[in-house]
């Protein structure tokens, strides 16, 4: 865990909340020691012994005025060491007690803050314009705070409408076609068996959008079977399989795969998964007459497939975000191509689970790279 100072930029000590109190505190205490000083050095001065008179008169009654005047000094001193006492501790206490005040402000509005906070003003900062101290780094960490909670609560409710959207769906495509099943009085067997294929097809559907919901789930850890995989082997698989979908838009799939096999410890049917939506999305996502590159190699440590096209590419500032849940780029042409947003998600969770990273450069108009880089001890903890 990083600490404080590594967390924050410096700050400038002198004008610090702890140096302000220290500050504060040292001036309370020379005051009261100057006075002290003061105070016993004169009493000192007054209540020295004098020397006796040239000439003693009467040296009892020269005694009896000394001791006199010494209690007097001594009841003077006492007097003035409470009300120099007194007076310290009162400006002191009324110093500190405005110097806390205004120094602990900011806390005051942290907590006031904090007791409206809900769903409906999450925008709501402190906005804290003081100087550069503890204080002000504990305002701006709840301001972040506050905006990491709201970013967190929109995905939450977009993830809610969409994933609503992707299961409403084949939940209407089934019961639109059953109640035109229910409309025909006199149906055939034929009729009976496409209405089946058409409910089947919605619930698988809707199972595999669920099953990719449970992939994606914060802390839920799939079971996963670990074995030796040959990755050349799962790319020559999945570029066999989806030849045909390339060739009905004139796109065409060149592999260049490492002449030796390249094995790694892995869950085959996840990995197969992770490179087939990346194939996939490289056709999908790609112009007429365009070309997918599917590369493979690796070193001692990794192994590394590299998926990239020619096809429309992907804007700068929507790349930090397309590994988000339900995430799309241009929204309406991902759901006419039957995108549901969770391809890219499942992507990084699988390669994450095998220890994994993946790194994405696109630039628009002129095509996508995807690299996935899988060390080769992968180990299963499962």
Sequence with gaps: MQKPSEMFPKIDKLRTFRFRLVAWFVGVTTLLVILMMVGIVSALNLTKEQDPPPVIVDRQAWE?????????????????????SAWVLLIGSAGMYVLSKELLKPIDDVTYLASRISHTNLKERINYRGPNDEIKRMADTFDSMLGRIEESFEQQQEFIQNASHELRTPIAIALTNIEVQEMDETPTVEEYRELTQTIKASLERMNAV???????????????????????????????E?????????????????????????????LRQCFFNLIENAIKYNKENGTVTVRSYTDAMNASVIVSDNGIGIPKDALPYIFRRFYRVDKSRSRQKGGSGLGLAIVEKIVSLHGGTIHVESELDKGSSFTVILPIDTVSKN
């Design 64 to 84: 009896e005025r000394l001791a006199e005047q010494r209690e007097e000094y001594m009841h003077d001193l006492k007097f003035y060491f409470t009300i120099g």
């Design 210 to 240: 669920n099953n990719n919901l449970l992939l994606l789930s914060e802390g839920n850890n799939p079971k996963m079977s670990f074995a030796p995989v040959d990755i050349n082997t799962i790319l020559n698989e999945l570029i066999r």
């Design 242 to 270: 989806t030849t045909n979908t390339a060739s009905k838009s004139n796109i065409t799939i060149s592999p260049e795969l490492s002449d030796k096999p390249i094995i790694i410890n892995g869950d085959i049917m996840m």
